[in-house]
């Protein structure tokens, strides 16, 4: 701004010199302030092309942190409503019968869900997603009979946390376990029948699969 206020005056004063010397037929402007003038002018230039790249800059950087701004409140905002999870099923929607054996480890699908509060729990494929990041706390049962052994990995993602298993020579036997883990958003939580192992379900539900949010991080 200072520089805009200046130049006018410089002109004045040029103005006024030259009509001074004029009758002494002096030149209407000396050579030192044409160049002085010159010097200006691309000085002038060059400080707004600098305010342009600095305000283009700070624009860039305020947009980025508001944009942080914005997906920090959605995840607060996220973690605020999504207060309560908890979710526990068995094996069979209906009737009886046995899952397994099979030569490699498969997903069980819990089909009978009785409860589902938060719907991270899905059904139709036996997983478990985290909707938030935070502490959750699962349980697992498997039923079967002295036929064949009865066991089932808990599984986040694909990593193996814990094996319920259990095996005797007559009547029918049962394993359980339970473990504590910290979720991302979209971990996913499975149990997954024990290679060559069956388990048995009915009415009375006996293969069964829970787990609820602990709190949140």
Not at 79 to 97: C, P, R, T
Not at 137 to 143: A, P, S, T
Not at 175 to 199: I, P, Y
Request: overall charge negative; glycine content about 6%.
């Amino acid at each position: 701004m200072k520089i805009i206020m200046f130049l006018p005056l410089l002109l004045l004063v040029c103005s006024v010199s030259a009509d001074q010397t004029e009758t002494a037929g002096q030149q209407s402007c000396p050579q030192d302030t044409h160049a002085a003038l010159r010097e200006l002018t691309i000085s002038l230039a060059l400080q707004t092309e600098r305010i342009t790249v600095l305000q283009r800059e700070q624009g860039t950087s305020l947009e980025t942190e508001l944009q942080n701004q914005r997906t920090e409140a959605n995840q607060k905002n996220q973690q605020q409503h999504v207060k309560q999870v908890a979710f526990s099923a068995s094996l069979l929607d209906q009737g009886e019968g046995y899952t397994g054996p099979s030569n490699t480890q498969s997903t069980l699908i819990f089909k009978h869900v009785v409860t589902n509060i938060g719907n991270a729990y899905n059904k139709h494929t036996g997983i478990f997603t985290a909707p938030v990041r935070g502490a959750y706390h699962f349980d697992w049962r498997v039923y079967g009979d002295y036929h064949t052994a009865a066991g089932a990995y808990l599984f986040r993602n694909e990593e193996k946390i814990f094996l319920a298993y259990e095996t005797q020579s007559h009547g029918w036997t049962s394993a359980s376990d339970g473990a504590s883990l910290l979720l991302e958003v979209g971990d996913q939580v499975s149990v997954r029948l024990w290679a060559f192992a069956k388990v048995y379900d009915s009415e009375n539900h006996l293969t069964t699969f829970s787990g609820h949010l602990i709190f949140t991080m």
